[in-house]
């Protein structure tokens, strides 16, 4: 009888026991001795799970009853680990594990944020020091009321409701303290990932957070519900330092939250400096540099240098005692990504990490980075330590050295570097000035100028003058250079000019950090009125003076008049706020 059976699983040839004892020891393919007890107690894990995250909640019990949670019905998983995550996103919400350990999930319907739905609530604490407007649109406290509850009502709907605690801000002075209530065990490790992740003995004394994210971007909001412009509603109440996600799962809105949150919080309660940049450190001399600069402008290529550490890729602080990362982790775009081009990224990508709408090879779980059918802004999330030359803790006690403004002029007229005084380094800053570019956009037939006050228009919630009042104090007070780097074209305007080549912008740039482009001579570039230097070792002097490099001078005057005309208008928006010398720090058309 047993010689039938062997037979029904291997080759006779294969399987020759001599005794029937020694035959008993050994572990055919249908024995599974070690996983059996899991497959014959399907819930084991699940019921583990459930009695070792629940348990974590303790005190907070309290908190989750009174904000309107079951918890005799939905069963919370706090701070969960990440195989825990990614098993229940490939049990629950059809995720892939990518060939390189990542996590495969997608967002939706929505594939990038929602800026024409982000609400902040008018209310006696804030509503003094918000920059009202197209950015930051009113909505009342009743309303939020209502959002916040139907938020609970849907949590409350779910088996499985996913909350992580963690810190945003690496300097323990002026942190804060981040929880997360979501639905999606995506959302959670994306969080995971961003936020800055606490010790199980921070965890265990985390005590009451300083600002609660309710997550329920499964679920629409109530488009009848006054101030509702769509079914999608992302608030900030500054009040209850709370926020509510409706109608989205894009989790790039909790990431950009918690960013709006700290973009007040720094210069109102703490009184530093909340900045949409980038920055490094330099190994030998840990002389800082920040990076400002809107999409496609290289900030994060810039910033990445095997000869710096990285402090962070996006946000930070600027404080009196030095320079913060806000994050614990990076939000790459993936879009085109390769091992040749950015190896930091690429290499991140592994168990952990979280892809985010990319198309995969689904035989071989293998991304595909240049597929766009699902949107252009496919993203990674992984935690700030899968980079190699990542500084950790992320904070610096020293003073920056430099500041370095990105653009990326399409119009081909603005010279690859020019010095800042500090009136300029306020004009720039508050222009925050890049261009889209022909083929980007239907219709788009020649370079659309794109102006970003402060390098952070989505995200500003104070008027762009404090912060740039800010900028201006601590860049005098520590005699920073200011420099406005232009990574676009040159020669002539897209589509007759050229891009400047990166070695030449890296070269420009490690000359930054050395010190040798402040020893430089320097010429002015009229109607912009900016400093260049007159040479660069390898650097073409053709390249630093653009006006050298078009053969057409008379095209070039027309583009730089036209420039300078769009600066002017764009600027108008300021004006009556700012200095008399910022004013003037303009081009002079």
């Known amino acids: ?62 908190y989750f009853s009174q904000a309107g949670f079951d918890m005799d019905r939905i069963q919370i998983k706090r701070n969960a680990p990440v195989a825990l995550l990614y098993e229940d996103a490939i049990r629950n919400e059809g995720a892939i594990i990518s060939s390189s350990g990542a996590l495969i999930n997608f967002s939706g319907k929505k594939t990038g944020r929602s800026p024409k739905d982000k609400r902040i609530v008018y209310e006696d604490t804030s509503k003094d020091d918000i920059w009202w407007g197209s950015v930051n649109i009113k909505m009342d406290e009743h309303t939020f009321e209502i959002n916040r509850e139907r938020a609970i009502d849907y949590l409350n709907t779910r088996d499985n409701v996913y909350v992580f605690d963690g810190y945003a801000g690496w300097d323990p002075k002026y942190r804060i303290k981040v929880r997360v209530i979501c639905a999606r065990a995506y959302h959670a490790l994306f969080m995971h990932n961003m936020l800055i992740r606490p010790t199980e003995e921070q965890l265990a004394d985390f005590g009451e957070p300083d600002f609660i994210i309710y997550n329920a971007g499964q679920f629409p909001a109530n ?46 309660k703490f009184g530093q400096l909340s900045l949409h940049s980038s920055a490094n450190v330099g190994i030998e001399n840990g002389d800082v540099t920040l990076f400002f600069g809107l999409s496609g402008t290289g900030k994060t290529t810039l910033s990445a240098d095997p000869r710096r550490l990285l402090i962070g890729d996006d946000e930070h602080v600027w404080s009196d005692t030095g320079v913060f990362n806000i994050e614990g982790g990076c939000y790459a775009k993936c879009i085109n990504l390769s091992a040749e081009k950015e190896p930091d990224i ?24 240049d597929d766009v059918s699902i949107t252009e802004n496919t993203r990674c999330a992984y935690p700030i330590e899968y980079i190699p030359n990542a500084l950790i803790p992320c904070i610096v006690d020293r003073q920056p050295t430099n500041i370095i403004m990105l653009t990326c002029d399409a119009f081909g007229v603005l010279p690859p570097v020019s010095r800042l005084t500090p009136e300029q380094a306020s004009y720039h800053f508050l222009a925050g000035y890049t261009s889209k570019t022909p083929g980007t956009e239907d219709g788009v037939l020649e370079p659309i100028p794109t102006f970003s006050t402060c390098y952070s228009a989505p995200f500003i919630v104070l008027h762009p003058g404090r912060y740039a009042e800010m900028l201006a104090e601590r860049m005098a007070k520590h005699k920073v250079n200011c420099w406005l780097i232009n990574t676009g074209w040159a020669g002539g305007k897209f589509g007759t000019g050229k891009r400047c080549p990166l070695k030449y912008t890296r070269r420009i740039v490690d000359a930054v950090h050395s010190g040798e482009l402040a020893k430089a001579d320097f010429e002015n570039f009229d109607t912009f009125n900016l400093s260049i230097p007159t040479s660069l070792e390898g650097v073409p002097r ?48």
């Open 542 to 589: 053709e390249l630093l003076n653009p006006s050298l490099a078009w053969s057409d001078k008379e095209a070039f005057q027309k583009e730089l008049r036209k420039l300078a005309g769009m600066f002017t208008k764009a600027f108008a928006l300021y004006e009556k706020d700012v200095d008399e010398k910022v004013r003037l720090a303009g081009p002079q058309v």
């Open 223 to 268: 488009r009848f519900t006054k101030g509702m412009s769509s079914t999608t509603s992302v608030e900030i109440n500054f009040k209850r330092m709370e926020m509510v996600i409706l109608g989205t799962e894009y989790a790039g809105e909790m990431k950009k939250g918690v960013f709006s949150v700290m973009h007040y919080l720094q210069p109102v």
């Open 346 to 369: 690429y290499n991140a990508i592994k168990y952990g990490s979280i892809l985010e709408n990319v198309v995969y090879n689904p035989l071989t779980r293998a991304p595909d980075y």
């Open 1 to 62: 009888m047993w010689r039938r059976l062997v037979s029904a699983i291997k080759p006779k040839t294969l399987i020759q026991p001599p005794l029937y004892p020694a035959f008993s020891k050994m572990v055919l393919p249908h024995h599974t001795p070690y996983v059996t007890p899991h497959i014959l107690h399907k819930n084991y894990a699940q019921s583990h799970d459930h009695e070792q995250f629940s348990n974590l909640i303790g005190r907070d019990l309290e």
